[in-house]
């Protein structure tokens, strides 16, 4: 392929185009170009030779983009209805944060968790604060990439002090990886794990601190026993960007007397099962009497 260039949106032949990407670089290796990319609706980020990509028109980003955007609608209103065992008042499905709930005039509100989301990849970032705020979420983002994370994540914590961490970005097994028990076959798995341990010094209770990490493929068994509350992927799963959005949502959304089954969180993500799972929690919304008079 001539004239492929940074920024284009590619699919790769090998694998039917069924991912979309952005070429985020391309280098000279040996006599093919090799481009990165990085996933437009996942986090996905991996390495393919020119060869092998398909710039994409514009219809079929649109068509795809469209289809990615029906998926997360159905979702989100998975993440409105409340669970079997979970206490959701009619204030979750207002933007309001504060909202009189009482039939007898008796006033309460609920006071959401506040989340802070950092992320390796600035475009998705603005989707999640885009969705946080859909929901009427306190929502601190900070662009951080992967390798950073486990350095700065300590300070940000300090400065924020959030009631659930995100720690996202892009991963993906490497090409001829030969154990996926070994962090080295990951791209980023090392660094969110490092950054769940550095989280972890700071705030050890896991109820009081919910923390959401990983990408697309991430090492999950390896996320959890670091102390992620959830983590990606089980089954080493492509995950959507909002993934990681609509589990810390739940979390926010649900009082601190209630535990939230993994069942209910999975269930509330597009990926499911296969790229999201984690621990029983309790959620981190509180309530309040009574609502403010003026």
Not at 99 to 106: A, G, I, P
Not at 115 to 129: F, K, R, S
């Amino acid at each position: 392929m001539e004239g492929l260039k940074i920024g284009d949106i590619v699919g790769r032949k090998s694998y039917g185009c069924d991912v979309l990407f952005k070429v985020t670089d391309i280098k000279k290796v040996g006599n093919e170009n090799i481009a990165t990319l990085k996933g437009i609706t996942y986090r996905i980020e991996a390495d393919a030779p020119e060869s092998d990509l398909i710039v994409q028109s514009r219809n079929k980003i649109e068509e795809y983009t469209r289809k990615m955007d029906r998926n997360v609608e159905i979702v989100e209103k998975r993440v409105r209805r409340p669970s079997n065992n979970t206490y959701m008042r009619s204030a979750y499905l207002k933007k309001a944060r504060f909202r009189d709930t009482s039939k007898d005039e008796k006033k309460s509100f609920l006071k959401f968790g506040k989340i802070l989301h950092v992320d390796g990849d600035e475009g998705y970032l603005d989707i999640c604060l885009k969705e946080y705020n859909k929901f009427g979420i306190t929502a601190v983002g900070k662009y951080l990439p992967e390798k950073d994370q486990p350095s700065r994540v300590i300070a940000l914590l300090e400065t924020y002090r959030p009631d659930i961490l995100v720690l996202t970005g892009h991963d993906g097994l490497l090409k001829n990886h030969e154990n996926l028990l070994d962090l080295s076959s990951y791209r980023n798995s090392r660094y969110f794990v490092e950054a769940v341990r550095a989280a972890r010094k700071y705030e050890a209770d896991m109820d009081s601190l919910v923390i959401f990490a990983g990408a697309c493929q991430s090492y999950y068994a390896e996320l959890i026993k670091a102390g992620a509350n959830y983590a990606s992927s089980p089954e080493r799963q492509l995950i959507h960007a909002l993934d990681p959005v609509l589990v810390c949502i739940k979390f926010a959304m649900t009082k601190i007397d209630k535990v939230l089954e993994p069942y209910d969180i999975v269930a509330a993500t597009i990926t499911g099962e296969k790229g999201i799972g984690g621990v029983a929690t309790r959620g981190r919304a509180r309530e309040g009497y009574p609502t403010d008079k003026s």
